[in-house]
């Protein structure tokens, strides 16, 4: 069975500090991403891989960086958190090709509060 | 650029009643488009999927969903809900090829009423 899963489902952190989000998959797929969620505006795409140490930048990257130094974990790493990105983050993953393609599966969630 | 619009944020249904989500999309080649399901404090699910071929696609829970090209739409349909439907629903549309990332509609609040 599919499974993604990230390594806190809450989270509270100060203004200033660095965070790191995880995820990790057991589907080995090569494609991971991470987008944030909020009311009103659905899901924004941060960063994806395509394979390991490869990240390219989705709609709303700034503020965030990614780490992919294996196969199966993507890292979010927000270095130095505002209140701004007080959010639920979603990280997903999908095999590449065309009867797999964008068909994403994703993790729980991480509800991220910054004060 | 591609684009998702869900026009309706929130919708009321009476259990048992039938329901259609609309979806409408731009995009400028035939699209991937998907439609994803999250409960409360849950991750999103995959309810069903279109990449090409028969236009109507069945999807899990009793869910379907057409494409109409001439309208830019893909509306999701079930012909009776049920309590365990309530949920916020999503309409995604995917690049051709490569690996890119989904762009959502900002999703749509289904209540159901007993």
């Known amino acids: 069975d599919v499974k993604v899963t990230q390594s806190s489902r809450y989270l509270v952190k100060r203004t200033g500090e660095k965070v790191f989000l995880e995820c990790v998959q057991d589907?080995?797929?090569?494609?991971m991403f991470w987008y944030r969620q909020d009311p009103g505006l659905g899901l924004r795409l941060i960063y994806f891989?395509?394979?390991?140490?490869?990240?390219e930048k989705g709609d709303i990257p700034e503020g965030y960086s990614v780490s992919r130094e294996k196969k199966e974990r993507f890292s979010l790493i927000l270095e130095s958190a505002s209140t701004n990105q007080t959010s639920m983050y979603l990280c997903?993953?999908?095999?590449?090709?065309?009867?797999?393609?964008?068909?994403?599966?994703f993790g729980p969630g991480t509800r991220l509060l910054v004060l | 650029a591609q684009s998702v619009t869900q026009p309706d944020i929130h919708i009321t249904v009476s259990e048992g009643a039938s329901l259609e989500l609309r979806c409408n999309y731009s995009?400028?080649?035939?699209?991937?488009l998907f439609w994803y399901v999250q409960s409360p404090g849950q991750g999103l699910q995959l309810l069903l999927k279109?990449?090409?071929?028969?236009?109507l696609v069945q999807g899990i829970k009793g869910f379907e969903a057409e494409f109409k090209r001439s309208q830019s739409s893909f509306n999701l349909r079930k012909p009776s809900v049920h309590w365990s439907d309530a949920a916020e629903y999503f309409c995604?549309?995917?690049?051709?090829?490569?690996?890119?990332?989904?762009?959502f509609g900002k999703g749509t609040h289904l209540i159901i009423q007993p």
């Open positions: 995604a549309v995917g690049a051709v090829g490569g690996a890119d990332g989904l762009t």
């Open positions: 891989s395509y394979d390991v140490k490869m990240k």
């Open positions: 997903a993953s999908s095999l590449p090709g065309p009867l797999q393609m964008e068909t994403q599966y």
């Open positions: 589907m080995d797929h090569e494609n």
């Open positions: 279109y990449f090409s071929g028969d236009t």
């Open positions: 995009y400028g080649a035939t699209p991937y």
